[in-house]
């Protein structure tokens, strides 16, 4: 019974410093990615947002079943603004990732702290 508890407290310490060094490694690859991407990126390297998706008006459906077609001023302000969404949605995405980063850095670094071998 003794060698059990003693195999136990050797390894549950062992493993938890292990998952402490895995999540600590995984957290400052999150928040380092994340902040290079926001100090590089101003969006996604890959946008799709083109003039043809703002061509028509699809909130306003005509008796016919189709759809207003907008002006090309219109057009163009409804591109920029759906930039801007795209700009705001990116950015709040690499904050949240950077948040989820700092905080496996923090629950690593109390696992490192609590489980290291002490001499």
Excluded: H
Aim: charged share 25%.
């Amino acid at each position: 019974m003794s060698d059990k508890k003693q195999w136990i407290t050797k390894l549950v310490p062992a493993l938890a410093f292990a998952a402490g060094i895995i999540i600590t490694s995984v957290g400052g690859i999150m928040v380092t990615s994340s902040s290079l991407k926001l100090a590089v990126f101003d969006t996604e390297p890959y946008s799709y947002i083109t003039k043809e998706s703002c061509r028509y008006n699809y909130s306003v459906p005509t008796l016919s079943g189709d759809y207003l077609p907008q002006t090309s001023k219109d057009i163009l302000s409804c591109v920029e603004e759906r930039k801007q969404e795209e700009k705001n949605r990116f950015q709040n995405e690499q904050q949240e990732d950077i948040i989820d980063g700092l905080s496996a850095l923090i629950v690593g670094g109390i696992l490192l702290l609590a489980f290291r071998k002490r001499k």
